[in-house]
């Protein structure tokens, strides 16, 4: 299979539950999910203060529902700035290890493993990942535009 970046012009399906999930054939994703407790409600909620006072700064309203179409108007280094400041922090938080960290327990940690394994080479090709105590980081790959 031809890997590639994600591109709008070509054809893609949007699928919609709770967050948007873009599916194109050939596109290879990051995703990382987390368990409910990995961030402390005060430790998330800095974060989310942090972000709304970073956009308020460069004139983009943090609750407006296109918030994001704003911030890729602005220049190349202000996005990469917002990206590398808040993704960092994230990740650091993450690998900080809050919460119960029941995937740290095997059992647990197998079931995900399975799970991840289930649609592998059907709805998308699993590249890699990795089950980490609180969160799970994964690389896939549509294989086809998947019905829900």
Known sequence: ???????????YTVI???LPHWVQPGVVCFVTWRTDDSFPASVL?????????????????????????????????????????????????LDACHGACVLRDHSNAEIVRRSLRYFDGDRYELTD???????????ETSVSVWRQ
Do not use: T
């Open 129 to 139: 990942f990795i089950v980490m105590p609180n969160h799970v980081h994964l690389l």
């Open 45 to 93: 909620e800095k974060w989310r203060q942090d972000r709304r006072q970073w956009l308020r700064q460069r004139g983009i309203n943090p609750i407006s529902r296109n918030w994001r179409q704003h911030l890729q108007l602005l220049d190349i280094e202000a996005q990469a700035e917002f990206y590398q400041h808040f993704s960092k922090r994230w990740h650091d938080e």
């Open 1 to 11: 299979m031809d890997l590639h970046f994600f591109d709008r012009n070509a054809e």
């Open 16 to 18: 919609e539950r709770r």
